[in-house]
């Protein structure tokens, strides 16, 4: 079964820092494309970041290029989001989604395009 | 950025009742069109993908049609459990962009 499981969220005041966390299992972690997307409190999707199953390629929206970084370590089977200079308007349940498709010998890819599987999500908190 | 205009924001449908909801895509995104469904205080779950194909495990009462800019999502026979917010996604380019969602509710 799969599993992903965030972690780190809180609280921060702005300009701070944080790092969340997306302990995967029950797939070959390696093998898919992972994203992260976001929702504001009473608001819609948001989709934030994505990375590709190697970690060689990463893509970012607009609103957070240059203070966000994904990151992924594919032997402790994690998925990373690196916040700095945090917003309020980055206050949000942050959750990790991975793509359906799988990267093969023969058909690989490097965008989650498809959010088969989200975490449960973690609350982020900008506020002094 | 592709913008998704998803309409309506709500409605309100009886058990059993065809339930629509349309999203319209600021450009052609061919068949790069997702549809998810989100219950209160879960995460959201794929339902549709490339507009058409029904996920595996999702129930053939939900469908979706379209491609272009304009797409359907269809619930043939509204159920109970069928209350949530539904969002269309396109993945034709990055960012990769959500509609503003659509609430489920029983009449």
């Not at chain 1, 302990?23 to 992972?34: E, L």
């Not at chain 2, 592709?2 to 449908?13: D, E, G, K, Y």
């Not at chain 2, 909801?21 to 490339?50: F, R, V």
Request: glycine fraction near 10%; include cysteine.
């Amino acid at each position: 079964e799969v599993q992903l499981l965030e972690s780190g969220g809180g609280l921060v005041q702005p300009g701070g820092s944080l790092r969340l966390s997306c302990a995967a299992s029950g797939f070959t972690f390696s093998r898919y494309d992972m994203s992260w997307v976001r929702q504001a409190p009473g608001k819609g999707l948001e989709w934030v970041s994505a990375i590709s199953g190697s970690g060689g390629s990463t893509y970012y929206a607009d609103s957070v290029k240059g203070r966000f970084t994904i990151y992924r370590d594919n032997y402790k089977n994690t998925l990373y989001l690196q916040m700095n200079s945090l917003r309020a308007e980055d206050t949000a349940v942050y959750y990790c989604a991975k793509d359906r498709r799988y990267c093969s010998s023969t058909s690989c890819y490097s965008l989650a395009e498809y959010f088969q599987h989200w975490g449960q999500g973690t609350l982020v908190t900008v506020s002094s | 950025d592709i913008q998704m205009t998803q309409s309506p924001s709500s409605l309100s449908a009886s058990v059993g009742d065809r339930v629509t909801i349309t999203c319209q895509a600021s450009q052609d995104i061919s068949n790069y069109l997702n549809w998810y469904q989100q219950k209160p205080g879960k995460a959201p779950k794929l339902l549709i993908y490339d507009a058409s194909n029904l996920e595996t495990g999702v129930p053939s009462r939900f469908s979706g049609s379209g491609s272009g800019t304009d797409f359907t999502f269809t619930i043939s026979s509204l159920q109970p459990e069928d209350i949530a917010t539904y969002y269309c996604q396109q993945h034709d380019n990055v960012p990769l962009t959500f509609g503003g969602g659509t609430k489920v509710e029983i009449k």
